[in-house]
């Protein structure tokens, strides 16, 4: 058994480090209401938005974001986190990254990366080419940067440097929970019976002016919109996980506690019987 010293020295850090990881739950939850408002907020609109340019779209032929190449080059846009502690939420961007490019479809296609959080671009850029890193957007996740980083992931489609773009990320459900998606950014998709919904607007000035104007706003809001529900379920996941770290710190230091306990028991004991057998000795 350890002796009373090293034990104390052990609660002593357990208690510190309850007291950080319980910082840090407070201040991802005061994170996360914030977050959390704004993409619920911003879903409808998103939603509907993606709805309108696919259902117009479905009608307009040779629209330079709709055109299907052969899968030759993939764009992957990784979205993750700046910073850690904050459970499997990065790994987990990984994980999918690897089920993605072990797709039938993608079996003679070359990957490259764009990447946003510093955690997905430490590990990718290892093993992958990252020809981009946007981690500083999440310093200042507003919709002017976001469409910055958008029009540069058109123009490169556009060039037809990349067959096809798809943004992985977290999406955010709750708190506790954070589903990953992988969604296809471009070429553009049509939905099934997209094709005649069209016939239920009157289009001014015309239907391919406003699929032009259309299409590039949607895109800088779908990407908008995967940045703003990774960045609520990272606050969500680290407040799951600083939560979980807090009650197993806790449960330590009680037990810690207890062995202290018992080998402080245990040592006045052992004194009270060498003063009791000295006494005896000193009386014989």
Same mark, same amino acid.
């Given at each position: 058994?350890?002796?009373?010293?090293?034990?104390?020295?052990?609660?002593? =850090?357990?208690?510190?480090?309850?007291?950080?990881?319980?910082?840090? /739950?407070?201040? @991802?939850?005061?994170?996360?209401?914030?977050?959390?408002?704004?993409?619920?907020?911003?879903?409808?609109? @998103?939603?509907?938005?993606?709805?309108?340019?696919?259902?117009?779209?479905?009608?307009?032929?040779?629209?330079?974001?709709?055109?299907?190449?052969?899968?030759?080059?993939?764009?992957?846009?990784?979205?993750?986190?700046?910073?850690?502690?904050?459970?499997?939420? $990065?790994?987990?961007?990984?994980?999918?990254?690897?089920?993605?490019?072990?797709?039938?479809?993608?079996?003679?296609?070359?990957?490259?990366?764009?990447?946003?959080?510093?955690?997905?671009?430490?590990?990718?850029?290892?093993?992958?080419?990252?020809?981009?890193?946007?981690?500083?957007?999440?310093?200042?996740?507003? *919709?002017?940067?976001?469409?910055?980083?958008?029009?540069?992931?058109?123009?490169?489609?556009?060039?037809?440097?990349?067959?096809?773009?798809?943004?992985? *990320?977290? @999406?955010?459900? $709750?708190?506790?929970?954070?589903?990953?998606?992988?969604?296809?950014?471009?070429?553009?998709?049509?939905?099934?019976?997209?094709? =005649?919904?069209?016939?239920?607007?009157?289009?001014?000035?015309?239907?391919?002016?406003?699929?032009?104007?259309?299409?590039?706003?949607?895109?800088?809001?779908?990407?908008? /919109?995967?940045?703003?529900?990774?960045?609520? @379920?990272?606050?969500?996941?680290?407040?799951?996980?600083?939560?979980?770290?807090?009650?197993?710190?806790?449960?330590?230091?009680?037990?810690? /506690?207890?062995? *202290?306990?018992?080998?402080?028991?245990?040592?006045?004991?052992?004194?009270?019987?060498?003063?009791?057998?000295?006494?005896?000795?000193?009386? $014989?």
């Amino acid at each position: 058994m350890a002796n009373l010293k090293e034990i104390r020295n052990r609660i002593t =850090s357990v208690s510190s480090t309850m007291q950080i990881t319980s910082a840090m /739950k407070m201040v @991802s939850a005061a994170k996360l209401k914030k977050a959390q408002d704004a993409i619920i907020a911003m879903r409808p609109y @998103s939603d509907k938005l993606t709805e309108l340019m696919k259902s117009f779209s479905g009608s307009v032929e040779n629209n330079k974001f709709i055109n299907q190449r052969r899968l030759k080059n993939i764009l992957i846009i990784a979205i993750s986190s700046n910073r850690g502690l904050c459970g499997a939420f $990065n790994a987990n961007i990984l994980k999918e990254i690897k089920v993605l490019k072990s797709k039938p479809e993608f079996k003679d296609s070359k990957f490259d990366f764009v990447t946003v959080g510093k955690k997905v671009n430490d590990s990718l850029s290892k093993n992958e080419k990252v020809i981009q890193n946007e981690s500083e957007i999440f310093e200042d996740l507003s *919709y002017e940067n976001t469409s910055a980083v958008a029009e540069s992931l058109m123009k490169l489609f556009l060039e037809e440097k990349y067959d096809r773009i798809d943004i992985v *990320y977290n @999406s955010f459900k $709750n708190a506790a929970t954070q589903k990953i998606k992988s969604e296809q950014f471009l070429p553009i998709t049509n939905s099934e019976g997209n094709n =005649s919904s069209s016939s239920n607007y009157i289009f001014e000035p015309s239907q391919e002016f406003i699929v032009d104007t259309l299409i590039p706003k949607s895109l800088k809001i779908q990407l908008f /919109k995967a940045l703003r529900d990774s960045f609520a @379920s990272e606050h969500g996941a680290r407040m799951t996980a600083m939560h979980k770290a807090t009650d197993n710190a806790s449960e330590l230091r009680d037990e810690l /506690k207890l062995t *202290y306990n018992k080998a402080r028991q245990a040592s006045i004991t052992n004194e009270i019987l060498e003063i009791v057998g000295g006494a005896e000795a000193l009386n $014989n």
